[in-house]
């Protein structure tokens, strides 16, 4: 077994050293009629060359992204990962080291989440970020908790903007602690009266932009009245390539930001692993939930970087702790703030320009075959398209013709009753060829 | 100043040392600034055409705020991230012996195959008919998962373990609601070794912690169990192999008080790697596990994750697993996404689960096989076994003269009167080249130090260790206060300042103007 | 000692520094055996499935000797390498000043794409209908190659710069033969300044080398060519910009006497980088220039190669390329492998030159696009220029202060009393985390020190490079020795001793067996 | 530009440091006329997926080695490359590094290349080994040359064996020095009369084993008639994994072993970079060219490797130089060494045995195909078919069938008279499926 350095001699020595007669006698607490005799009912080892054709075979059976005009999205996009960003990333020293918890030999990965920490915070307007969530659904859940641990009150209010899994995911974990969750009704055009939802007993208000629908949403008028019924407005994003031409939420009054940073340095995988961006203010850090990375000094007075308030983490503060996690999605973080980094804030508006260009010619081109309308009245790089009939079965057929066309939104909320919208995302992929062929594709389908 | 668990609040007086260069670099060890400061504003380290004209779609939404976030050069982007990572410790580099951890040889056929376009460039809202292999992917990785636990169902889709505890545990209260008993089962029994996430999950889902006191012999007596269940108890969370590296023996006992008791059996599964292909944990009674696929299964840790915690379930909870989940209709797999309709509690997460690591997972699976990964967990408690009989004499066990699982755990009572600490201690072997083990846990051991050295280490490897842990033992016996009160020396910094960093929180870099604006 | 270009030839006397580790590691620099001291005869990292039985078909050639190479496990191998790959500088890690060797930024898009099935996966021998892709890969950066030199034709094949120089010096002999003037025409003109391969390899092809001084300025004049060529002269090679960093400012002229001599004028273009998009070689009278793709066109040094040497070629040396070479045959490319009834002189190497270069070359060239390879020779230039202004008032210039191309080159004459020599400056600049500049190189100039910063170097580490070279030279001014003399003190090892390998080579390991017996 | 740190800013604060005007100041040496008063006829820079889409374009009209059943070999060979190889030889402290001049921050480079030179010695059974040539080819050519040097003579004998590339290789260089080529006729049955040719004026006599036919060779009385009359035996071969189970040049007398190495660790490349190896009697290693690491002491007695015997070579000893050579194959030898230390010695022969029963395997059932003769007696991963017709029409027809079916020996001697040959190779990589579609496809063209 490759992976296995002991040899069958060195096996037998250390056994002896250790004064056992077998390997059995280490099991020894195990109850006898538990300890299994042989190995599992599994496949025997395999070589890399049959992993690598068993796995191949599986993938085969996808259709990737690069291989279809392809434009779906709804909280996970198709953007160009930059070469070095993936080599850097295979670096041993990040890809193979644990939490830093010895500083001194981990100011690598210390330093590099202190960039990120301010990266985030910087995209957002906000003044400080953590060292990443799993991925922005969990974070809105994280956010909801620590608005509740703020304010002391228990009653969220969901936009009708946010994408539908979000919003179960807050839901489950309410339900669990009995939190009470108002969930607005699907709002495809962005006109719910959110505002009306808002009072005294309300912890907070979670919205979207651009929300599930692709609509830009103003979010200082939420502020004003979640700041005037001391409430707490969480802002919510997936797409964070928004943030290079879209206002940033700190700067409309949000006190959390939670989003997918997925977008910036990660492959689709899939679905994961992505990364949960989080930021909040200055005062409300000690109720933040996961790691934080801090400068300080080294006994020779250099600057150094280590992991900090840890006393809101589960390992010192067990059950009262402000989040169970642990683990989070440091590799991912770290993809992320490599290609932040190459970007630059120039880098950053170009690319979202180019991906704002892009949906907007094919919301055009769209908006012209016969039975499509777009809803939207703005967007960045995601719209929505009303068709005739079911968007399901549209999505179906168009993938048959090739084209990957976005995601009929009663696969994420089945039941809302808007089964004839499709949302359609379009990143810097996207080439004039993919546009027409998916508008030619559609009118043959409409 | 030590707290409860002996573990230094301060760090000492340390003195200057070694050869001072003008850069303050020395030779391959690089120092490195911040980006913040090297990078400027209009650069950026990607070429981006502009595109053609067109008309905004922004309505009245457009930034205005400030971004400040300044662009690098690709070559100085590669410099940059590079001698940074060459600040780090890795498993590649050394022994990496942190208890609790599992952290294994990391194979790269498994980096490799995450990222064929196949598998890493597919979209989790794809049409299902266009995913079909990724299904089968995961339902593969289920299948040997199951079947190495000997339990009849998985949930795939939590992000790490303790998003896994939190999955089992939403699992059980959803049960004991179905069966009526929500109001009343309010109680989760917790022993004082449990990792933190224990604990904290417990409490995140609404629950009370009832601890439970250890025995002296470092495990969980099931009279002790019996005393504290009660019709108030949802469940227990134990973990198996425990914390201080030992099989719970009564855990057969214990389950089937907890059972008896209407209440359900958590298990704790970081420590699975002890056991894989040699117990199931399914045969001891356990109603979900958590599986941490960056432990047992070789997905790397990254530094801090991403993880993956699938959660294996008892036939009692497999109706409540959340979504969503596969299910075969003919000869196609279906996603289901939605729990309407099912018992489902609901959803933990936007999509799927952790498909990067599902492919990571299952090459590492599909490359031990079954014999391979039994033979894993054998050689993991054999190295740690070989490690605690090379130490034994000269370091104290709190537990006794006894056989462990794949951790071996010491207590600092044998460091007593050197005025040496278990910290100074870890902080020595890193200038010897080595990772610390883990230090200060599990909390109910005094200064503890849990070596966990996996199955990825070779006999000359651990002889090395062995060696020099016994020289600076032997060192720290003889009073040699130097090399561990001021310990590291030779590493890219010196011992770090933790108080300073809580007291005065910097988060974040700041333009020097601010700075400046925030001190007046 | 010092040899006749200043350099010592033994190392002095060096006392031993800092703090001593068990293991002899110091935290993040780790020791590491050799695989022969680690391995096991009967391990192997691979897992391969034995054959079902067979009849083997090896007569009587079945292998008797003993191989005796040891096996190393997967993890026990990453260890091995990454930990040697530890105590490597790299470009990625620092600047790389190395004067000649344009260490610049290697991009990693160019190794993706190396890698893409269709380039790295594919057969030099499969049907050309299969590889027609790949042909017109090798077309297309001829394409660049031609454009770029203006020259009419480009040699492919050759392996590195010194099989480039074979290539053109070939394409000459031949050519001179064609002439009916093989007999009489057996010498070529080599400035001293030259790199070593140029005499080497007119010596290999069975010409003569006659020497041709440099002017006290560092170039060479025509008329000193003139004296030099005869009937008896086939070709001189020049290399421009030349090996102390200026322009042959008379190259137009030289190439205009060599012509007119009835010789031809190899061109080295080891130099290229300081002159992409212009100058074009064509322009000058070259007949050949090899283009070395590991440097201009940003192809990996790879520790010492592998590397990659076009030879564009002038119309009176096309015709005789080496084969093979490519032909449009309408819209197909068709690869001419038989040098039967063409002019060709032959084959330089089994197959068709360095492919997985030429798609890291092109990706280089699409990725920088006309404009940015001659902004990159531009700054390349300007960086040059701003260290040799910077430090121009410590350091002394063999060639006075004036404008340099792509490398600044000084001398050791300002280190004259200080008992420091080149060597011991280079060792220093190690302990500050710098690669060294070439030394001793171009043996014209006494303890030459040639820095070539290349284009890939922001102003923030040129400004701290010179930072530290003029703290150095003010070091070295104020006599402060110990800095020099026992330098490198904080690499992975001080000075090492070449006198030692060179006296009684040890080229292999031994089993120690063998070692005692060799030494009774 | 992505790769070029300067600003514009920078770039003009710089002229001012230096003194100069303008860029155009410091190319003041170029007759002006000269100068380029703009970037060449060339397109502008293009963005990473503009780059990606170009190269993938090209890429997608090749049929690569994993796509279709494979059996072209004749000196390079489809082996399975194990990842982690080419993980670590794209660590940046390998990949971005130059040759080790600086050894004291270069052991990395020179232990793997001491190791390297020990694994080439052990392998080949001889004494000594280089740091690696350009390939098998242009080693061959060395080889000879140095032969020359070491018997002050000028006569080679190239048996009918060798493969005609390398033979050609050979003979450029020695027209070039007016150095005398015998080359037998090819000889697919390895049944002609070497030792004949071998008499006092031989230099050398260069002999492939497995032969370009695939044929297995008896070095043994080649050495002793060289030996006697003081000519040198240079041993050749293209398939460096033969070695596992094939006895040793060493061990048969060869002098100088030479051999393309490419098998182990290096891709296919579509011919290049590939590594030569290159070993010899320690007696003869002043005469050797190439780079040689060698170990030493530091200045605290610690073991270290440094370049060494430096004085063969162009950068001190210039025209007197044993070779031209500078940069060689140090990256692909790293490639090598690394998978050769995976293998060890216990690897290594049973991948030979997979190999040469897979090639056992599909002789035995070409040979059952109609108008089809394997002509070989003994062979190692390769063999070589007679067939009716013209073997280059039936390779091409092959392909069109999807089959990679070998290389006709015409195209790599076309005036040789041996039309109706195939050289058929087949390494681990071919499953029982490949070699029955092989079979069947050479069936229906029969
Ligand atoms: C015993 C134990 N339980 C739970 C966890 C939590 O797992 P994760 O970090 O994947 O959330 C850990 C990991 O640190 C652990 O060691
Ligand atoms: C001036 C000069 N000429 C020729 C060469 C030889 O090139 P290569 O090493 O690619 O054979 C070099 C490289 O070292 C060089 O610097």
Not at chain 2, 148 to 154: C, N, R
Not at chain 2, 174 to 200: C, F, M, Q, Y
Not at chain 2, 409 to 417: E, N, Q, S
Not at chain 2, 423 to 431: C, E, G, Q, S, V
Request: hydrophobic share 40%; aromatic share 6%.
């Amino acid at each position: 077994m490759r992976f296995l350095p002991l040899t069958p001699d060195n096996r037998a020595e250390m056994l002896l050293r250790i004064g056992a007669t077998g390997i059995d006698d280490l099991y020894g607490d195990v109850p006898r009629d538990k300890l299994l005799a042989k190995a599992p009912n599994l496949p025997r080892h395999a070589s890399e060359i049959e992993v690598e054709r068993t796995l191949g075979r599986m993938a085969e059976r996808n259709i990737d992204a690069r291989s279809a005009p392809f434009f779906v999205g709804c909280g996970a996009y198709k953007h160009h990962i930059p070469a070095s960003v993936d080599h850097l990333i295979q670096r041993s020293e990040f890809l193979t080291s644990y939490t830093p918890y010895q500083p001194e030999i981990a100011q690598g990965t210390l330093q590099m989440l202190f960039e990120f920490q301010t990266q985030v915070a910087s995209l957002t307007a906000m003044e400080v970020a953590n060292a990443s969530m799993y991925d922005g659904s969990t974070g809105t859940a994280e956010a909801v908790l620590m608005a509740h641990r703020l304010t002391k009150r228990k009653r969220t209010v969901l936009s009708g903007g946010l994408h539908p899994h979000y919003g179960e995911v807050v839901r489950t974990i309410s339900r669990m602690a009995s939190d009470d969750v108002v969930s607005l009704p699907a709002d495809p055009t962005a006109s719910e009266n959110i505002l009306d939802q808002i009072d005294s007993s309300t912890s907070c208000v979670v919205v979207q932009s651009p929300d599930v629908f692709g609509n830009l949403r103003d979010l200082r008028p939420i502020a004003a009245k979640c700041q005037a019924q001391g409430a707490l407005l969480i802002a919510v994003f997936t797409e964070v390539v928004s943030l290079g031409l879209v206002e940033a939420p700190g700067a409309m009054g949000a006190d959390i930001v939670v989003g997918e940073g997925q977008s910036i340095g990660n492959g689709l995988n899939f679905g994961g692993p992505y990364v949960g961006l989080f930021a909040t203010r200055q005062k409300y850090v000690r109720q933040m939930p996961g790691r934080l990375a801090g400068e300080t000094r080294d006994a020779e007075g250099r600057r150094g970087f280590v992991l900090t308030l840890s006393t809101r983490e589960q390992h010192i503060r067990r059950e009262k702790a402000t989040s169970n996690i642990c683990t989070n999605s440091g590799l991912c973080a770290l993809a992320f703030s490599i290609h932040m980094s190459l970007l630059g804030q120039a880098g950053l508006q170009k690319l979202a320009r180019v991906n704002h260009a892009n949906a907007v010619k094919l919301a055009d081109l769209l908006a012209r075959v016969p039975n499509v309308s777009v809803l939207n009245e703005t967007f960045f790089n995601e719209f929505t398209i009303r068709i005739k009939g079911s968007a399901a079965r549209v999505i179906e057929d168009l993938a048959e013709r090739g084209v990957l066309g976005g995601v009929p939104f009663s696969r994420l909320a089945p039941g809302a009753g808007h089964d004839d919208l499709i949302v359609v995302a379009s990143t810097e992929m996207n080439t004039q060829a993919d546009r027409t062929a998916y508008a030619a594709a559609l009118k043959g389908l409409m | 100043m030590l707290n409860t668990q002996g573990r230094p609040t301060h760090a000492g007086d340390i003195g200057v040392t070694g050869r001072n260069t003008f850069t303050r670099n020395r030779a391959l060890q690089m120092e490195e600034a911040l980006i913040f400061e090297t990078g400027h504003l209009e650069t950026t380290g990607l070429d981006i055409e502009e595109p053609d004209a067109f008309t905004p779609r922004l309505g009245a939404h457009a930034r205005k705020s400030d971004i400040g976030l300044p662009g690098l050069s690709e070559p100085e982007t590669l410099r940059h991230y590079v001698r940074l990572s060459q600040k780090n410790y890795a498993i590649d580099a050394g022994l990496y012996p942190l208890g609790s951890c599992t952290m294994k040889h990391n194979p790269r056929i498994n980096e490799k195959l995450a990222r064929l376009p196949g598998l890493g460039d597919i979209h989790p809202l794809q049409p299902q008919s266009t995913v079909q292999g990724a299904l089968e992917l995961i339902e593969t990785l289920a299948h040997w998962l199951m079947t190495l636990t000997g339990m009849p169902a998985v949930a795939m889709s939590p992000k790490a373990g303790a998003h896994g505890e939190a999955c089992g545990m939403m699992a059980i209260k959803a049960a004991i609601e179905a069966r009526g008993e929500g109001a009343t089962r309010k109680i989760v029994l917790v022993p004082d070794s449990a990792h933190g996430t224990n604990p904290a999950t417990a409490a995140l889902i609404g629950y009370q912690v009832r601890a439970i006191p250890a025995r002296a012999d470092g495990t969980v007596s099931a009279q002790a169990v019996r005393d504290a269940l009660g019709p108030d108890v949802a469940a227990i969370m134990l973990t198996n192999p425990n914390t201080c590296g030992l099989f719970e023996k009564e855990i057969v006992e214990i389950a089937a008080a907890v059972h008896e008791a209407g209440a359900y059996f958590y298990c704790d599964g970081a420590n699975f790697n002890a056991i894989v292909g040699k117990v199931r944990p399914g045969d001891l009674g356990v109603d979900a596990m958590h599986i941490n696929l960056h432990k047992t299964f070789s997905t790397p840790h990254g530094g801090g994750g991403p993880g993956a915690g699938p959660v294996v379930l008892s036939a009692a909870l497999a109706p409540f697993a959340p979504v969503p989940f596969i299910r075969k209709e003919g000869d196609a797999l279906r996603l289901v996404e939605d729990a309407e309709g099912t018992q489902s509690f609901g959803r933990m997460t936007a999509f799927h689960g952790q498909m990067g690591m599902f492919v990571r997972a299952l090459s590492y699976a599909l490359s031990h096989g079954s014999d391979g990964l039994r033979q894993a967990s054998e050689d993991a408690v054999l190295n740690a076994n070989y490690i605690r009989a090379c130490l034994a004499d000269l370091m104290s066990q709190p537990f006794g003269d006894r056989f462990c699982m794949h951790e071996a755990l010491f207590d600092d009572r044998w460091l007593k009167d050197t005025g040496i600490t278990t910290l100074d201690f870890a902080k020595a072997m890193i200038d010897e080249g080595y990772h610390p083990m883990t230090m200060y846990f599990p909390l109910v051991v005094h200064g503890a130090m849990l070596i966990e050295p996996t199955e990825s280490e070779s006999k000359a490897s651990l002889d090395l260790f062995i060696m020099t842990m016994r020289d600076l033992a032997q060192s720290a016996r003889n009073g040699e206060a130097e090399r561990f009160s001021g310990a590291p020396y030779l590493a890219p910094r010196r011992r770090l300042d933790e108080t300073l960093a809580a007291r005065q929180p910097i988060l974040r870099w700041q333009p020097p103007a601010a700075v400046a604006e925030a001190a007046e």
